[in-house]
């Protein structure tokens, strides 16, 4: 079956470093994505990994091992606006789709 | 404006009544996907379509019908809307398989009372 799997709420203060984390078994693969979406919008694409090792960009950074099953998005420096709900999504499913995780929101105490 | 828009943004329909959600994309992507959310559930699959006259079931079909008769819409229809498909929908696109950052469209939330 296809499962993905990430925490579904985390806490972090301003300025910190905070690490997501994401675990998948799909049936398929074709790159691991992370969509951020803040409260009552769209998601919206932040990081792209489809093979191993770390991705940055700017404050965000995302890291895949595909033969553990297992991603990583890092925020650095964190702001206020970060508070937001981070997707972690398997790209590759049998009809070509985006296989999304249930999502983990972060939010930034000051 | 390029991009992907939806609409109605916001829905309250009756229990039993035909709904046709609207999604409009400017890109002539090839991929086309409309989504539910719900709290505890995350983002599934109700329909896709890799071409125009092409669609083809996701996770959570049944109630649900679409059609692509154009490459840039893809309109989903309630036929007989009950309360559990309450929720909010999310229309999204690609230019390719898996491996391409999906865009996604606003949003419409219905209500079914």
């Known amino acids: 079956g296809q499962n993905i799997d990430q925490p579904t709420e985390m806490t972090a203060t301003e300025g910190a470093i905070v690490q997501i984390n994401c675990t998948y078994q799909?049936?398929?693969?074709?790159?691991l994505f992370w969509y951020q979406q803040h409260a009552g919008e769209a998601p919206t694409f932040l990081s792209y990994?489809?093979?191993?090792g770390l991705e940055e960009k700017g404050r965000f950074s995302s890291f895949l091992s595909r033969s553990k099953g297992y991603s990583y998005l890092l925020l650095k420096e964190l702001q206020m606006k970060d508070s937001a709900s981070y997707l972690c999504a398997v790209g590759g499913g049998s009809q070509g789709n985006l296989i999304f995780g249930k999502g983990t929101k972060l939010s930034v105490k000051p | 404006d390029a991009g992907i828009t939806q609409s109605p943004r916001y829905k309250i329909t009756e229990t039993g009544r035909q709904v046709t959600l609207m999604c409009h994309q400017t890109w002539s992507h090839s991929y086309m996907f409309w989504y539910r959310q719900d709290l505890g559930h995350g983002l599934r699959l109700i329909y896709y379509?890799?071409?125009?006259?092409?669609?083809d079931k996701g996770e959570v079909p049944d109630g649900y019908v679409v059609s692509r008769s154009k490459t840039e819409n893809f309109p989903l229809t309630l036929e007989s809307a009950t309360r559990s498909q309450t929720s909010v929908y999310f229309c999204?696109?690609?230019?390719?398989?898996?491996?391409?950052?999906?865009?996604f469209g606003q949003g419409t939330r219905l209500t079914v009372v």
């Open positions: 999204a696109s690609t230019s390719g398989q898996g491996g391409s950052e999906a865009f």
């Open positions: 990994n489809v093979l191993d």
């Open positions: 379509s890799a071409a125009a006259d092409i669609t």
């Open positions: 799909t049936s398929g693969f074709n790159g």
